[in-house]
């Protein structure tokens, strides 16, 4: 790739992150990626990811303090990618019932609940949800309008473990969004999320080994095509 076809990949630091985590990943499948708060690298960067670890009210209230919800609306509104990572998938979202009612960034429709720690025909589950858990292909009740093969999970296996790390889940009003979801005791939820150039996802890929690798893999491939196609090489 030529240098100036490299894309600019702004990774969100708003103090709720793994943000080395993630720019490590990127840098292992060849995808320069840099740290930044400013809202000016968030819109002129060719793909922006949205990490994130912690409560969504904290998280939405320190985004406001750096003025970057409108900017992060404004890529999500654009042909830029955005990628939201375990909460930054959250962000995405309408609002959440953490601790209250927060509004969200709004990109996709719908609320963001709770696990239910007694959902497991009635036996406690032990919430935050913390470790491997698989992840499936949507189809039937989690419908899917894009295709695997067209998503950031394209070569993951159906069913294969990713690495979670979460107390409450999205859910998302147009299941038609829905590109994996996850089983935790009786709940099933939506794991991860994709629209256009907008992708997120509940699990942790940069903790999730090969096939986690893969799914940033996936994400370079799409970062790199998406500046082509802007500069008109594709």
């Known amino acids: 790739m030529s240098e100036e076809l490299n894309p600019k990949v702004a990774i969100v630091d708003y103090g709720m992150g793994n943000l080395f985590s993630v720019k490590h990943a990127f840098e292992h499948v060849?995808?320069?990626?840099?740290?930044?708060?400013?809202?000016?690298?968030?819109?002129?960067?060719?793909?922006?990811?949205?990490?994130?670890?912690?409560?969504?009210?904290?998280?939405?209230?320190?985004?406001?303090?750096?003025?970057?919800?409108?900017?992060?609306?404004?890529?999500?509104?654009?042909?830029?990618?955005?990628?939201?990572?375990?909460?930054?998938?959250?962000?995405?979202?309408?609002?959440?019932?953490?601790?209250?009612?927060?509004?969200?960034?709004?990109?996709?429709?719908?609320?963001?609940?709770?696990?239910?720690p007694l959902s497991d025909a009635g036996h406690s589950l032990k919430v935050p949800h913390v470790g491997w858990n698989r992840i499936y292909a949507s189809d039937g009740l989690h419908r899917n309008d894009v295709g695997l093969e067209a998503s950031p999970l394209n070569g993951v296996a159906d069913g294969e473990f990713m690495y979670f790390v979460h107390s409450y889940y999205p859910v998302p009003e147009d299941l038609g969004v829905v590109t994996s979801f996850s089983r935790y005791g009786d709940v099933e939820f939506s794991s991860s999320i994709w629209r256009d150039n907008v992708f997120g996802c509940q699990f942790h890929p940069e903790r999730s080994g090969p096939q986690g690798l893969n799914v940033y893999r996936n994400l370079a491939s799409m970062m790199s095509h998406g500046v082509e196609s802007r500069l008109g090489c594709g």
Request: with cysteine.
């Open 30 to 116: 060849g995808m320069p990626a840099f740290v930044t708060s400013s809202k000016e690298d968030v819109l002129n960067a060719d793909a922006v990811v949205l990490p994130g670890v912690g409560a969504f009210g904290d998280a939405m209230c320190a985004l406001g303090d750096l003025d970057l919800v409108g900017p992060l609306r404004d890529v999500a509104a654009s042909e830029t990618m955005l990628v939201g990572i375990c909460l930054g998938m959250q962000l995405l979202m309408t609002e959440s019932h953490e601790f209250g009612t927060h509004r969200g960034l709004g990109v996709f429709d719908g609320p963001v609940v709770r696990l239910d």
